[in-house]
């Protein structure tokens, strides 16, 4: 995954990391999307579970998958009221992303030119800051451009 | 008769003094006036109330030992469940149940809602606010993600409108009907918060967007009120002072993998479940427990938390075609003048968030003549559903 340097101004909430979902979480800071997949039955899973919802094994490994996603649904927020750090960066996109490896993937989505937010847009995955210092994946829009260059600040979105 | 034949039936409703946004008064308080109100309605004393059960209301309510305690009651069947709005029907069915098995004789079922502005500022040492479930490992129930910007109930919801606006092709004019008719049907009840607040479409158009598509009047109300409801058998019904109303039909909750977020519709492709066709739903067994038709429902309430749950509803149990429920609110309509006509008494979006059980209450009140204003006329039947599939047909004792 790339690395986005976001605005401190738009950083968000970090993720409750505990001991059994560490592993995806330090993949993530790595720059690696991977998911679990069922070392009984094969199939990819999302969210982090310690059992396959399909077949009930407990045993799993973390692949790497295919960053790249269509949007399935995705919104503009233009008040947030959950917490004061989506609160401060409004407005932002969010949305649902249906990846490539056919898991669908919840994930802020960075566009600066609006077409994020609509239906079967192509985004890709990458990796950006949380309040928690933990890194987590977003999804960013091609008119983002190349790792490294910040996004103008999120309250210019059109 | 449908196939349910359960031995039970509401006796007694109440609800707090008033619904508002800052009430002054606690959640103990605000039940007990519920509770008391519901007790003279049934006509009973509080020692023949043996059975309580609660969701424990909104943020933090009231939980069952603060009432029993308070109200000196003796019980000997409490329940409590998880402190959310998706409980409405599991309550009630729950309470028909327990009187129809003689586990209890009388179970009341109270809720209450108070505001982190109101009289949740001063509670907030009892955890008021509530569990982020947005944070736990697999998301929230409304399918939030507080750590990528989905952090409200209401933020998700956003995305099942708009999952459905763009594959239906439904307007924002479309969306705004549902709001529109349920300040219509509150202007006629006076126990509605917003009863004073006409709502034109270019009035809509001037609130807010929150997350689109949903302007300010899309969302429900953050309010405090209480409500109660006591069910008892038919034979002890008959003993009553009030005109008991038929519990006919029940159909749970549905949830799973593919259809959990509470408030989007199985094959809408919200949360991590995925895109399907709309199959015909078990949730519509409800018309076959209560020995009824679709056609024969008088009048729909739903849980409309949001304004496109409405949309869910009509779709999910078959009265609408997929894809079809935003045509059939734009044409057809769904307030005082509609055939079928939604949320008498102004829903959650205009009376107040009172869970649902205003909504049920309002339906016992049109079965028996008493709601004034916007009575409807002889109504038989009358449906409570949600998005959830979770449903209770009431209607009148033979």
């Keep these: 995954m790339k690395s986005l340097d976001i605005d401190p101004r738009s950083v968000g909430p970090g993720p409750v990391v505990h001991p059994e979902v560490a592993p995806f979480w330090s993949n993530v800071a790595a720059g690696r999307l991977c998911l679990q997949v069922c070392g009984t039955c094969g199939i990819v899973r999302y969210p982090t579970s310690p059992i396959c919802f399909a077949c009930l094994s407990f045993d799993w490994t973390l692949v790497p998958i295919s960053e790249r996603g269509l949007v399935a649904s995705a919104v503009i927020v233009d008040r947030a009221t959950g917490s004061p750090e989506w609160a401060a960066m409004v407005p932002y996109i969010s949305g649902l992303i249906d990846m490539d490896i056919g898991v669908r993937m919840p994930g802020r989505i960075l566009c600066l030119c609006g077409e994020g937010v609509q239906r079967h847009s192509v985004v890709e995955a990458v990796r950006v800051a949380s309040a928690t210092g933990t890194s987590i994946f977003a999804f960013a829009h091609s008119c983002i451009g190349d790792a490294g260059s910040p996004p103008t600040p999120t309250n210019e979105l059109p | ?398």
Excluded at chain 2, 17 to 38: C, M, T, W, Y
Excluded at chain 2, 79 to 92: E, F
Excluded at chain 2, 148 to 176: C, E, F, K, N
Excluded at chain 2, 273 to 289: F, G, K, M, N
């Design chain 2, 1 to 398: 008769m449908g196939i349910l034949d359960l031995d039970a039936c509401i006796v007694g409703i109440g609800t707090s003094d008033s619904f508002g946004f800052n009430l002054g008064k606690s959640p103990i308080r605000l039940q007990s006036e519920s509770f008391v109100h519901a007790l003279a309605d049934a006509g009973l004393q509080k020692s023949s109330i043996d059975g309580f059960i609660t969701a424990k209301g909104m943020p933090g309510g009231v939980d069952y030992e603060e009432f029993v305690l308070s109200l000196g009651l003796d019980l000997r069947w409490a329940t409590q469940l998880w402190s959310h709005g998706r409980w409405a029907t599991n309550t009630v069915l729950e309470g028909a149940l327990v009187v129809a098995a003689g586990l209890a004789n009388y179970v009341a079922i109270a809720n209450t809602s108070v505001t982190a502005r109101g009289y949740g500022r001063f509670l907030r040492e009892l955890g008021g606010t509530g569990p982020r479930e947005g944070l736990r490992d697999i998301g929230g129930g409304h399918g939030e993600w507080d750590i990528h910007g989905i952090d409200t109930p209401g933020a998700a919801t956003a995305l099942v409108a708009q999952s459905y606006m763009q594959r239906y092709g439904a307007s924002g004019h479309d969306l705004s009907q549902v709001a529109l008719a349920f300040r219509q049907h509150a202007a006629l009840n006076p126990m509605a918060i917003m009863r004073d607040k006409p709502m034109t479409y270019a009035d809509y158009l001037d609130e807010p967007w929150i997350v689109h598509p949903f302007r300010r009047p899309d969302y429900c109300l953050s309010s405090e009120g209480a409500t109660c409801v006591i069910i008892t058998t038919l034979e002890r019904a008959r003993d009553l002072a009030s005109v008991p109303v038929r519990i006919l039909g029940g159909h749970g909750l549905c949830t799973s993998r593919e259809d959990y977020v509470l408030f989007g519709r199985p094959g809408l492709a919200i949360g991590i479940s995925p895109e399907a066709p709309l199959q015909p739903d078990p949730a519509q067994d409800v018309y076959h427990q209560a020995g009824i038709s679709r056609s024969d429902i008088d009048a729909l309430y739903v849980y409309d938390s949001f304004s496109s749950n409405l949309w869910m509803v009509l779709e999910r149990f078959g009265f609408c075609p997929e894809g079809d429920a935003w045509r059939y609110v734009t044409d057809v309509g769904v307030g005082p003048a509609s055939p079928l006509p939604v949320n008498t008494n102004g829903g959650l979006l205009s009376e107040g968030h009172l869970l649902g059980y205003a909504h049920l209450i309002e339906m016992v009140r049109q079965l028996r003549g008493e709601a004034g204003q916007r009575q409807l006329p002889n109504p038989s039947a009358v449906q409570w559903a949600t998005p959830r599939g979770d449903s209770i047909i009431l209607g009148r004792c033979p």
